[in-house]
């Protein structure tokens, strides 16, 4: 699996964007990159996930660089309830049975959005 | 759509006693992942059944710690004799056919082992 690093905390004001970053330099090029969140006592949250593209959900944007080393999650108008730490997972490639493309959780980054 | 169930919420058991958890997957899921997360760490991934089957139990204590899921729906975790160590949130999640299409996760059994 491709190794990712994010910070371990970032601040955001609420109403600002939220500009969560991840560094994924060892990613293959059929590889892709899923963006999860866990607010307190919940389970993680599936956000978004991307290839080589930009993408966009109703949730977050998803930035990936042209030569996928890094991507950064965007969350347009941060506000309170989006106070969670955001995993950033590359799963690596599927095999043959799929046994081994799973989710697998680093730390994360905790956002806290301040009012 | 309901999301995935999972009982008890809560659990305090002394070291050396069993307990056992229980999940109810999101209908027509054919995946369902156990996963233990310590705290202030990521979720670790226990086993992950597809239908009735186990697909990887790799990163499963099997000294300790079983698994099952009778008809492919719902499933058990227990543990036999419980460690201090094992004090952890316990949780669940299912997928339709796999990470490509998103894991749902239930709010997850807390486990205090005294």
């Known amino acids: 699996d491709a190794k990712t690093t994010q910070p371990t905390s970032m601040d955001c004001a609420e109403g600002r964007a939220a500009n969560l970053p991840c560094n994924h330099s060892t990613i293959s090029g059929n590889e892709y990159v899923y963006w999860y969140r866990q607010i307190h006592s919940q389970g993680p949250q599936y956000i978004i996930h991307g290839l080589k593209n930009n993408e966009t959900n109703e949730m977050a944007s998803l930035i990936i660089t042209e030569d996928r080393k890094s991507s950064t999650l965007i969350l347009p108008h941060a506000t309170l309830r989006d106070t969670a730490v955001y995993y950033c997972?590359?799963?690596?490639?599927?095999?043959?049975?799929?046994?081994?493309?799973?989710?697998?959780f680093g730390k994360g980054t905790l956002l806290t959005v301040n009012p | 759509e309901a999301g995935v169930a999972q009982s008890p919420r809560y659990k305090i058991i002394e070291k050396r006693q069993s307990v056992a958890f229980w999940c109810n997957p999101i209908?027509?899921?054919?995946?369902l992942y156990w996963y233990q997360q310590i705290l202030g760490q990521g979720p670790k991934l226990l086993i992950q059944?597809?239908?009735?089957?186990?697909?990887?139990d790799s990163q499963l204590p099997k000294d300790r710690f079983s698994a099952e899921r009778l008809k492919g729906v719902d499933s058990t975790l227990k543990i036999q004799p419980a460690k201090l160590e094992d004090s952890a949130v316990y949780l669940c999640a299912s997928s339709l056919r796999g990470i490509s299409y998103g894991y749902t996760f239930g709010s997850g059994t807390r486990l205090t082992v005294v």
């Open positions: 997972i590359v799963p690596g490639l599927r095999n043959s049975g799929g046994s081994n493309y799973k989710l697998t």
């Open positions: 209908s027509g899921h054919a995946t």
């Open positions: 059944f597809q239908n009735n089957g186990v697909v990887d």
